[in-house]
Structure formats: C-alpha cells, structure tokens
C-alpha cells in the first residue's frame, strides 16, 4: 500500500476539478483497509468512483480509495438469489454482469456512476427502483474497533438519497460489501417515464437497453463533460405550499411522497430560464437543467458561484429550497452550500 504525498484527486473525481489530498491510499483487500486505517490524519475520507463528491477545496486529511472487489453468489433458496459483493465492484458493470448470469432485477438502475459501496450511502435510484428495494444487508467495519458488522435494510434507514451512512455513521464507518437479493420470480418495474411504452412482457434486458439509451440521451457522460449528477434534490414540501403554487403552476410536475409532495428540482430550474447559465468554467446543463457541468476549466468556486445562483433564483420564484445531492468537501471535512465561502 503506497502513502502518495499531496496527490491531485482530479482524476478520481467525475467533476475533475482540481484539489489536492494531503495522504491518499488506494486499498485492495481487508487488511489494507484497516492498515490505512490506522494512519496518522486529522481527517479522513472514503472514496469510491467520486461521482457524487464536490472538493470544494484541497482535503487536509488521508482519502482511502476503495478498490475490494469479488461477486459471490448464492442460489440455494428457491425465491431469491442472493449475491455477496465487495465495496470496490463498479456498479454498472456489477449490474451488467448480473443480467449476463441471468440475474434480473437491477435493470432499473444501469448506468448509475460509482461503486457498490457508495450505493447504500445515498441509497441510490432510478425509474423507479432505489438501492433498498435490493438491499439484503450492508457489511460495514468500524472505524474506531475495527469490527464487522452486518446491517440489515432496516437499520441502514433507507429513504430518499439518504441512509444512516450519512447521519449516525458517517466518519464512522466503511462498507465494505453489500448483499443484494433479487426475487425470483422476477417482475418488471416499468411504471417509470420512458419505460412504460416498453409493454408488460418486457424482458429484464430490454428495460435495461432502454434506461441506458435514455440516460444517455439525457444526462452527460462524466468522461465528455465532467459532472456529478443531479446536483440538487428533488425538493419535497407540504400539500399547503404545493397548493399555493400550484394555482400558479398548474402543470408543474409533481409526485406524492407520503404526506407529502415531491417536485421537480430540474423542472424548477427550467422555468427560471436558467439552462446554458453559466459562471467561469461551469454551467447549467443546456439539456438537463438539474445537472451542472464543467466545460473545462471549471473550478471548485465557479460551481459552487452557479449554485448558489440557482438556489436564490428558484427560492425567489417559487418559494421552495433546494437541497444539493452532491457531497461537498471542504478542507477540514464535509461542509454544505450554504457554509462553503466562494473565495
Ligand atoms: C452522470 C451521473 C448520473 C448519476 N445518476 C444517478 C442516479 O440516477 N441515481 C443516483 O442515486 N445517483 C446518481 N448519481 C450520483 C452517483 O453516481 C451516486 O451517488 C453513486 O452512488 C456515487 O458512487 P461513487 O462510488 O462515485 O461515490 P463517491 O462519490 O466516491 O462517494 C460518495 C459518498 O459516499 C461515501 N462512500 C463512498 N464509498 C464508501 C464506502 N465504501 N463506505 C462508506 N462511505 C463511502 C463517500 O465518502 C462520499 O461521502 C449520478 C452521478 C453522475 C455523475
């Protein structure tokens, strides 16, 4: 395991801006892990593919890299195959894999950047499937003992891009493995935008094909235009206040979230005409409005410049706050938009 001294993450992050980590490690196996562990650091940060991580600044502290791999898989119960896998596993090519073994049930969530040990954090989803609907268990080792211990979906706290790994175990904890169970017999989850026109005898494969085509047409790849996804969240508030904006915005789209209502961040940004606005070297996605993306030359102050501005626009127009999805990094730890200085 090689310590590198004041090493640039630009590489390791979709955003690719520049920032430098203070210790970085890259760990393959168990005992790599713990040994890096034990490292001498004011701070630390886990990282995975880097594709929800905004470094805000350069990272005063030791960034491990998590790169365990290995897929076990068990088939011996006759409603579920249950597959073990490491934290290091790229998830797109994990769920690929699986569909090839014949495995459905993760189609929904191709082509979704990172790796497997990041899914659980922010429980990741798409068209219609979250990262909790699979979830068997999250294997996680603990900072401070060192211990393994397994979680079950209950205790990971699922809800919407959130889990316990970003409340009580952050800077806690490791995952380093995730157990996914998919149903047998499998049911196609086609209700989603895009999908339904595929018809309900939709194979596994076809739905897969058709979220690939679509997030592709959709979002930019992170290898043409770095980016990190959605930036903000999809904002929920209450039947009040989407009543009263509603009688202005009669066909806003809109989706119920119990009690609640969740709106539309990228729909919200849209109307505020804010598409191909751009600060420096970032910009408002001239496709997809819910995605900033570097031109080139973007750094970490011109993205954080633009959402800002995207974030007062919207509160002034509609009275709704949006939150940002994407993990801010700041010298000394995570940090947030609304603490992050734009000097
Ligand atoms: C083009 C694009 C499209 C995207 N589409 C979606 C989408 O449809 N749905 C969705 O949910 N997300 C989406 N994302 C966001 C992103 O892909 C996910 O959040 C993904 O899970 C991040 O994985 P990562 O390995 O890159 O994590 P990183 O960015 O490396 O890390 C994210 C967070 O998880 C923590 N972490 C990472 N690994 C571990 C570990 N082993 N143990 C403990 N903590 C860990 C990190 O410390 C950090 O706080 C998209 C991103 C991009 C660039």
Excluded at 139 to 160: H, K, M, S, W
Excluded at 310 to 329: D, K, N, P, S, Y
Aim: with cysteine.
């Amino acid at each position: 395991m090689q310590i590198l001294k004041n090493h640039n993450l630009k590489p390791y992050t979709s955003f690719g801006v520049d920032a430098y980590a203070a210790q970085f490690v890259t760990v393959t196996t168990l005992t790599e892990l713990k040994s890096a562990l034990a490292l001498p650091t004011p701070q630390r940060l886990i990282l995975g593919g880097g594709s929800n991580l905004l470094f805000c600044d350069d990272f005063d502290g030791l960034v491990i890299r998590i790169c365990l791999t290995g897929i076990t898989v068990n088939e011996s119960a006759s409603d579920v195959v249950s597959l073990h896998v490491s934290a290091g596993e790229n998830w797109h090519e994990f769920v690929q894999w699986t569909l090839a073994q014949g495995y459905d049930g993760l189609e929904n969530l191709a082509l979704i950047p990172g790796v497997v040990g990041a899914a659980p954090v922010q429980n990741i989803g798409a068209y219609g499937v979250e990262l909790g609907d699979v979830c068997d268990y999250v294997d996680v080792l603990n900072i401070e003992t060192l211990a393994v211990r397994r979680y079950t979906p209950e205790e990971c706290q699922f809800g919407y891009r959130d889990s316990i790994f970003k409340r009580e175990l952050k800077d806690r904890a490791v995952i380093i493995a995730v157990g996914i169970k998919l149903a047998k017999p499998w049911v196609a989850k086609i209700n989603y935008g895009p999908l339904a026109s595929l018809g309900a005898d939709a194979s596994a494969v076809a739905i897969f094909k058709q979220v690939c085509l679509t997030r592709q047409q959709k979002l930019p790849d992170p290898n043409k235009l770095g980016n990190a996804g959605s930036f903000f969240k999809n904002p929920i508030i209450n039947k009040i206040q989407f009543s009263a904006i509603a009688a202005l915005h009669p066909h806003m789209p809109h989706y119920p979230a119990g009690d609640d209502i969740k709106l539309a961040a990228g729909w919200l940004i849209d109307q505020c005409e804010l598409k191909g606005y751009q600060q420096g070297g970032a910009q408002v996605h001239t496709e997809q409005a819910l995605v900033i993306v570097n031109t080139g030359s973007a750094t970490a102050t011109d993205i954080i410049v633009l959402a800002k501005h995207i974030q007062t626009t919207v509160l002034a127009r509609f009275g709704v706050e949006l939150h940002h999805e994407v993990r801010f990094m700041g010298r000394d730890g995570e940090t947030n938009l609304a603490e992050v200085s734009c000097g």
